[in-house]
């Protein structure tokens, strides 16, 4: 079982900069990013397998994830945000070592934390 939990959600003006923590209770081969607006899906943002990283269209030159293994921390570097970025951000992992953009295969999840972008 692992657990995650994630910090660094808050208020900010469009343009700004935001910076979002998953820290795990274990090693994990999988570090992911979702984000859900209210009445939609939960959709992916970013995630990173061995170093190797990979972005939501949406975020891509804007977002940043990264992690710190000996932390069991995976971070997530919004920048440029805007008012659609609005959302609760979860992160998730899984139990193996397969990448997914799809939620309905992660396994585990923290309680997310909400980003809110005002215009």
């Known amino acids: 079982q692992v657990q995650l939990v994630e910090s660094g959600g808050g208020l900010v003006q469009a343009g700004g900069s935001l910076r979002l923590s998953c820290s795990a209770s274990?090693?994990?081969?999988?570090g992911s990013w979702f984000r859900q607006a209210p009445g939609k899906e939960r959709e992916f943002v970013a995630g990173?397998?061995?170093?190797?990283?990979y972005y939501a269209d949406s975020v891509k030159g804007r977002f940043t994830i990264s992690r710190d293994s000996a932390k069991n921390t995976v971070y997530l570097q919004m920048n440029s945000l805007k008012p659609e970025d609005t959302a609760v951000y979860y992160c998730?992992?899984?139990?193996?070592?397969?990448?997914?953009?799809?939620?309905?295969?992660?396994?585990?999840w923290g309680q997310g934390t909400q980003v809110t972008v005002s215009s």
């Open positions: 274990g090693r994990t081969s999988v």
């Open positions: 998730g992992t899984v139990r193996g070592a397969t990448m997914s953009r799809d939620p309905r295969d992660y396994d585990y």
């Open positions: 990173i397998r061995f170093g190797i990283t």
